[in-house]
């Protein structure tokens, strides 16, 4: 089984939560008087999520391909 990368899954992570936290905001029509700042934080927000998830799943799939 091939060893994954958790930078690279950090980075895919990071991309992938950036684009589903823009789809939700966008789906779910937040007002318009939102400050830039707000999108910013939210979007920025769901990238780190997105790392964390991704670097965690690579990390724990990397324990269980090496405890075999």
């Known amino acids: 089984m091939t060893r994954f990368k958790i930078l690279n899954a950090a980075v895919w992570g990071c991309a992938i939560g950036c684009l589903c936290m823009a789809m939700l905001i966008l789906y779910s029509g937040r007002a ?3 400050p830039v700042a707000g999108y910013v934080i939210d979007l920025l927000g769901g990238a780190a ?3 964390g998830v991704f670097s965690l ?3 724990i799939l990397n324990r269980v391909a ?3």
């Open 57 to 59: 799943l690579a990390w």
């Open 66 to 68: 090496s405890a075999r």
């Open 49 to 51: 999520v997105g790392a």
């Open 32 to 34: 318009r008087e939102v």
